[in-house]
């Protein structure tokens, strides 16, 4: 196993990627906190299936848009785990118009979820980490924040703030022991894809070289690689987990 003894937080984990990605964390040996904002029951049985791993899980209610509500919540896990090595900032939300129909509210709530919540996060933990010259965070981007797309220019606008951030961080961190990375998945089944009508997903699998979705667990694999020491030379990358959408 190759994150034994190891501490993680996913932010977003009571479904979709998130979820994937704790259960990937956990079956190679990380204790895991698990961070959602409203679905305590799908926490709850994530985290139930994590215990019969043998590892630890714990919930970590907190709406990441919201900074003392995540500080106090980082509070609550390092209490739990005395530190934490892993942190995944995958908690993210959409919310489509065109710009011309975009109002305020819907650019504000992205942003506030998307960008302020990675910040948020991060600032919450990364101190122990630099202090103990150790921590490996992982962002959760988007091939929409690559290419833009149609109707979602404040979702874009987050992702591509995102990688920016990302690659900023690594660079201050690369001294402390400290990898930044970024994950750039395209059309995961989860519920986000599953939103999509129909005729538009038809659309979407002709644009992408593998002619299918990706799988939630294929993004919770690529983030393993990363945050194990198979990935310990690589820092300020954004990996693409698209079907070749984007080359
Ligand atoms: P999802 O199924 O909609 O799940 C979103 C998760 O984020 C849930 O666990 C939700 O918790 C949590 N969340 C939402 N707002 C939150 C907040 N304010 N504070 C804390 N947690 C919050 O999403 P997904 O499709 O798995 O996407 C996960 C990430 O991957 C997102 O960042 C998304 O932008 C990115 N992504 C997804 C795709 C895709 O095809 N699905 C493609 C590219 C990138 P509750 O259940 O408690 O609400």
């Not at 129909?101 to 990364?126: E, P, Y």
Request: charged share 20%; with cysteine; aromatic share 6%.
């Amino acid at each position: 196993m190759k994150l034994m003894g190891r501490t993680a937080l996913v932010t977003g984990a009571s479904r979709g990627i998130g979820r994937a990605i704790a259960l990937a964390l956990a079956e190679e040996g990380a204790d895991v906190a698990i961070n959602y904002v409203s679905s305590e029951g799908p926490a709850k049985e994530i985290a139930g299936q994590i215990q019969k791993l043998g590892r630890r899980a714990i919930l970590a209610r907190a709406d990441v848009g919201d900074f003392p509500d995540t500080f106090h919540m980082a509070q609550e896990v390092l209490k739990e785990f005395g530190h934490l090595d892993i942190l995944i900032n995958n908690a993210g939300i959409s919310s489509d118009k065109t710009f011309v129909k975009m109002d305020h509210a819907s650019w504000r709530r992205v942003l506030a979820i998307n960008l302020d919540g990675v910040f948020n996060c991060t600032k919450a933990f990364i101190d122990q980490m630099i202090k103990r010259n150790y921590g490996r965070v992982v962002n959760i981007t988007s091939v929409i924040g690559q290419i833009g797309n149609f109707g979602q220019a404040n979702y874009a606008a987050s992702k591509a703030g995102v990688a920016a951030f990302t690659k900023s961080l690594a660079k201050e961190l690369a001294g402390k022991g400290i990898t930044v990375n970024a994950v750039a998945p395209g059309f995961i089944e989860t519920e986000m894809v599953a939103a999509i009508p129909e005729k538009v997903q038809h659309r979407l699998l002709d644009q992408i070289p593998l002619k299918r979705f990706g799988r939630a667990d294929e993004v919770g694999r690529a983030v393993v690689y990363l945050v194990s020491s198979d990935g310990d030379y690589i820092t300020g990358a954004e990996l693409s987990i698209n079907g070749g959408l984007l080359m």
